[in-house]
């Protein structure tokens, strides 16, 4: 978790010359596979390891990570196309990545530098998000604690980290009808749990859409901040926007969420 060494961090992408239309090539490709594994996905809740690699290898997972962290920084329209492409052969497969590969450009968008240079650094960013806030968080002197469970958070089986929000103690003297502040977070795979409660439903059986536990999950100051994830503002520019040059980090990340989800 500590900063040092991160600073300032470049990483070069798996296949710097990749382009656009060769990364959707690569997921139409993968239809036939993803048809032959639609029971087996739906049986075990989420797509397979050697889907997981097949995705991996095709760089599905960098879509949207900024360029200086070793991602491909590609656009929407390419995103869209990429998880539709997954969609005709399988659609719990494209809704289970399609998400974990959607909050990289929150993430980008939102943070300050010295949180992406840690979040990024690994050079392997999957990402599960519930907009929804669960569970409590507090302010220590080594940073931020979570205690909480949250349901439905699609696309964690595979995900490194965890975007999402819990409720703050509210401010002395607040009104009892008043909406307690949140924090708005990051935190990576090894600070949560994922239950084994997903798959007994009608559709979508293999989402991955799993619940998280977070008992004492403890994460560095700049890894979080006050903020509501629905309307987080940008009326004079992200952290993102000025860190990596690009329109597409500079805006209110909803919509872009509901294209996800489309």
Same mark, same amino acid.
């Given at each position: ?102 909050? /990289?450009?929150? #993430? *980008? ?5 010295? $949180?992406?240079? =840690? !979040?990024?650094?690994?050079?392997? &960013?999957?990402?599960?998000?519930? /907009?929804?806030? #669960? *569970? ?5 002197? $080594?940073?931020? =604690? !979570?205690?909480?469970?949250?349901? &439905? ?15 703050? $103690?509210?401010? =002395? ?90």
């Amino acid at each position: 978790m500590s900063s040092a060494g991160t600073v300032g961090i470049r990483l070069n992408p798996p296949e710097p010359s990749l382009t656009q239309e060769e990364m959707v090539a690569r997921a139409a490709a993968l239809r036939p596979r993803l048809v032959a594994d639609q029971a087996e996905t739906e049986k075990r809740t989420y797509y397979s390891r050697d889907m997981h690699e097949a995705f991996l290898a095709a760089g599905f997972y960098h879509l949207y990570v900024p360029r200086r962290y070793g991602g491909y920084e590609f656009d929407v329209p390419t995103y869209v196309r990429v998880v539709q492409e997954i969609a005709r052969g399988c659609v719990s497969t494209a809704w289970c990545l399609g998400l974990a590969m959607n909050h /990289a450009l929150m #993430v *980008g968008s939102w943070w300050p530098q010295e $949180a992406q240079d =840690e !979040i990024f650094a690994g050079g392997d &960013f999957r990402c599960a998000s519930v /907009a929804a806030p #669960v *569970g409590r968080a507090a302010r220590t002197d $080594a940073g931020w =604690e !979570i205690n909480g469970q949250v349901a &439905f958070a699609s696309g964690v089986p595979w995900s490194t980290f965890y975007m999402g929000q819990a409720l703050l $103690a509210p401010p =002395e003297g607040a009104a009892p009808d008043d909406l307690p502040p949140m924090l708005l977070f990051v935190a990576p795979r090894s600070e949560w749990e994922m239950l084994d409660d997903w798959g007994d439903m009608l559709g979508l059986k293999g989402s991955g859409s799993h619940s998280i536990r977070f008992t004492g999950t403890r994460i560095p100051l700049s890894w979080g901040f006050e903020g509501n994830m629905l309307d987080v503002e940008v009326g004079g520019g992200t952290p993102g926007s000025r860190l990596h040059g690009n329109p597409m980090y500079s805006g209110r990340a909803v919509s872009i969420f509901t294209i996800s989800l489309a």
